[in-house]
Nanobody, 117 residues
Framework: QVQLVESGGGLVQPGGSLRLSCAAS????????MGWYRQAPGKQRELVAR???????VYADSVKGRFTISRDNAKKTVYLQMNSLKPDDTAVYYC???????????WGQGTQVTVSS
């Protein structure tokens, strides 16, 4: 059973920054595509960013230029640096792990990010 534990969420003013972290228990972390998704109230969960085992990165258009995803295979941790935050970024952010070609096999418990003045 893979465990993903997110941290780093909180309340921040518009224009501020936060850094999310996700620590994985998976032995196969270095082979996995790691992702960050978010879900705002009343909306579907959406992809924010993902990074493959080879370092290929995909961002949602809404966060390009503001968010940066990175990974540290030695620490089995994936990060999401979020800058220039907007109220529309308010959501619960989830870490994901995918080894196969389908949807993620594992999810974290989520961490709340609130952008408000």
């Amino acid at each position: 059973q893979v465990q993903l534990v997110e941290s780093g969420g909180g309340l921040v003013q518009p224009g501020g920054s936060l850094r999310l972290s996700c620590a994985a228990s998976a032995v196969v972390f270095r082979l996995a595509t790691m992702g960050w998704y978010r879900q705002a109230p009343g909306k579907q969960r959406e992809l924010v960013a993902r990074i493959s085992s080879g370092g290929n990165i995909v961002y949602a258009d809404s966060v390009k230029g503001r968010f940066t995803i990175s990974r540290d295979n030695a620490k089995k941790t994936v990060y999401l640096q979020m800058n220039s935050l907007k109220p529309d970024d308010t959501a619960v952010y989830y870490c994901s792990l995918r080894v196969g070609v389908g949807p993620p096999e594992s999810w974290g418990q989520g961490t709340q990010v609130t952008v408000s003045s």
